[in-house]
């Protein structure tokens, strides 16, 4: 079972779960969120077409980012939308064999979960990354996280690779097209730097109420 915290708690021994990583986390899952609503913003223009699964690739400082616009029509609404953010730190010297793979049999089964509506990375720097999945229902992600492909990434590549995981939950009133902010309501925390692995779940206050 997984070790409740509270809202401020910072537990010494794991400092994956230190809340004052809110800022940072918020502030970037803001900045790829601004780069969706721009693309949408101009897909809502006719200035670009966006058909369904179209995934675009560009480098900012030679960094990597990348949009896959699973189900562009329902981004152009104003209905809210929920949110995964993930954060991984990379291990020293981590043995990434595969995960390229894995992430491309994760997109790739993206088809089979409809209520997958957008998925967006970023890579910053030290090969660390950052994902924003957006998606219809809170029940999506429970039902993708049984999926073959994600309980592989999950239970033998994230170990591998990353020193800690942590995954924020939310929504998004009003949409991507709309102005209003992300609000998160949980984060999750995996730590394998620890020896034996440790997990956790934090309720916010305030959570989201979309």
């Known amino acids: 079972m997984p070790v409740t915290l509270s809202p401020t708690e910072h537990p010494p021994a794991h400092p994956c779960a230190d809340p004052s990583l809110y800022d ?28 369904p ?6 480098k900012v400082h030679g960094l990597e980012r990348r949009i896959v616009l699973c189900d562009p ?10 949110i995964v953010g993930f954060f991984g730190t990379r291990k ?6 595969g995960l390229e793979e ?10 089979s979960y409809p209520g997958i509506r957008s998925y967006s990375s970023i890579e910053l720097v030290d090969h660390h990354w950052a ?5 219809a229902n809170p029940g999506d992600r ?10 592989r990434a999950a239970d033998l590549i994230a170990p591998r690779v990353y020193a800690n995981v942590r995954i924020h939950n ?41």
């Not at 699964?53 to 560009?58: A, G, P, S, T």
């Not at 029509?73 to 929920?82: G, H, K, N, V």
């Not at 929504?171 to 992300?182: E, K, M």
Request: with cysteine; aromatic share 8%; glycine share 8%.
């Open 92 to 97: 020293d010297e981590a043995d990434v064999t």
């Open 24 to 51: 940072g986390d918020e502030a970037l899952l803001a900045y790829m969120l601004q780069d969706l609503r721009s693309l949408m913003r101009r897909v809502a223009k006719g200035e670009v077409a966006a058909e």
């Open 102 to 111: 894995a992430e491309r049999e994760l997109l790739e089964e993206f088809r």
């Open 131 to 135: 994902n924003l999945v957006i998606h």
């Open 170 to 210: 939310g929504c998004l009133p009003g949409g991507v097209v709309g102005s209003r902010q992300l609000e998160l309501s949980v984060t999750k925390y995996w730590d394998y730097a620890t020896g034996e692995l440790w997990h956790a779940t934090r309720q916010l206050d305030g959570s989201a109420r979309c």
């Open 142 to 151: 429970e039902s993708w996280r049984g999926s073959a492909a994600h309980k």
């Open 53 to 58: 699964w179209q995934r675009v690739d560009w």
């Open 73 to 82: 029509a329902s981004l152009l609404t104003e209905e809210p939308q929920q």
